[in-house]
T-cell receptor, first 115, second 111 residues
Framework: DTEVTQTPKHLVMGMTNKKSLKCEQHMGHRAMYWYKQKAKKPPELMFVYSYEKLSINESVPSRFSPECPNSSLLNLHLHALQPEDSALYLC??????????????FGSGTQLSVL | GDSVTQMEGPVTLSEEAFLTINCTYTATGYPSLFWYVQYPGEGLQLLLKATKADDKGSNKGFEATYRKETTSFHLEKGSVQVSDSAVYFCALKHTGNQFYFGTGTSLTVIP
C-alpha cells in the first residue's frame, strides 16, 4: 500500500461551522504533513508531525488545529474559517530520516470552500 | 535560506516537441532535488529525484541532472505527449522535514 488517503474529497462549510479533514497512510511513515494549496500556486507548508509530535507549525492561525492520534492518522480540525481559507488541502507523508533523500507521498487532497 | 526558482509558465507545446523546464536552487551544502507533477484535481506525485551532484533522475522519459556548479536541476523530455499536460514543481530538501517548492510550471501539450 503506497497511498495516502484523504477524506472528504470536497467540503463546503460556513464560517461558523466546525469540520475535520482526515488523512491516513499505512506505509509506516513517521512524518506527516499538512499543506495548503491555492489555485495555480505551489503547496504551502502548514504543519509537520514527526513521530506523532508536532515538529513544525508555520505560524498557522489557530482556527486550524492539527491532531495526530497515531502514526497512521492525521487530522486537521477547522473552526471559524474565513472565505480566504478556501483552497486545496493536501496531506503528505515521508519516511523520517536524516539522509535528506526521503520523498513525499501526497494524497489527492480535500477541496475546501468556505462560504 | 533555501529556495527554488522555476521558469515562469505557462508552456504550450505541440505533441512530440522537446521540453525543458528550468529550475535553479539556493541552498547550503548538498540538498536532495525533486520534480513533482500535479494533474488537475489531484495531489502531487513524485516524478524523479536526485540526491547528490551529477546524479541523473529519470522516469517516464523525463530526465533531470543535479548540477552543483550551476545549482540547477532542469527537467527535460525529448518528445512530449498530450498526457504530459500538468503542472510541474521543482523542490529541494535538506536533512529534516522541510521541503521547498518552486512556483510550478504549467505545461499544455496540444495534438
Amino acid at each position: 500500500d503506497t497511498e495516502v488517503t484523504q477524506t472528504p474529497k470536497h467540503l463546503v462549510m460556513g464560517m461558523t461551522n466546525k469540520k475535520s479533514l482526515k488523512c491516513e497512510q499505512h506505509m509506516g511513515h513517521r512524518a506527516m504533513y499538512w499543506y495548503k494549496q491555492k489555485a495555480k500556486k505551489p503547496p504551502e507548508l502548514m504543519f509537520v508531525y514527526s513521530y506523532e509530535k508536532l515538529s513544525i507549525n508555520e505560524s498557522v492561525p489557530s482556527r486550524f488545529s492539527p491532531e495526530c492520534p497515531n502514526s497512521s492518522l492525521l487530522n486537521l480540525h477547522l473552526h471559524a474559517l474565513q472565505p480566504e481559507d478556501s483552497a486545496l488541502y493536501l496531506c503528505a507523508s515521508s519516511q523520517e530520516g536524516t539522509g535528506g533523500g526521503e520523498k513525499l507521498f501526497f494524497g489527492s487532497g480535500t477541496q475546501l470552500s468556505v462560504l | 535560506g533555501d529556495s527554488v526558482t522555476q521558469m515562469e509558465g505557462p508552456v504550450t507545446l505541440s505533441e512530440e516537441a522537446f521540453l525543458t523546464i528550468n529550475c535553479t536552487y539556493t541552498a547550503t551544502g548538498y540538498p536532495s532535488l525533486f520534480w513533482y507533477v500535479q494533474y488537475p484535481g489531484e495531489g502531487l506525485q513524485l516524478l524523479l529525484k536526485a540526491t547528490k551532484a551529477d546524479d541523473k533522475g529519470s522516469n517516464k522519459g523525463f530526465e533531470a541532472t543535479y548540477r552543483k556548479e550551476t545549482t540547477s536541476f532542469h527537467l527535460e523530455k525529448g518528445s512530449v505527449q498530450v498526457s504530459d499536460s500538468a503542472v510541474y514543481f521543482c523542490a529541494l530538501k535538506h536533512t529534516g522535514n522541510q521541503f521547498y517548492f518552486g512556483t510550478g510550471t504549467s505545461l499544455t501539450v496540444i495534438p
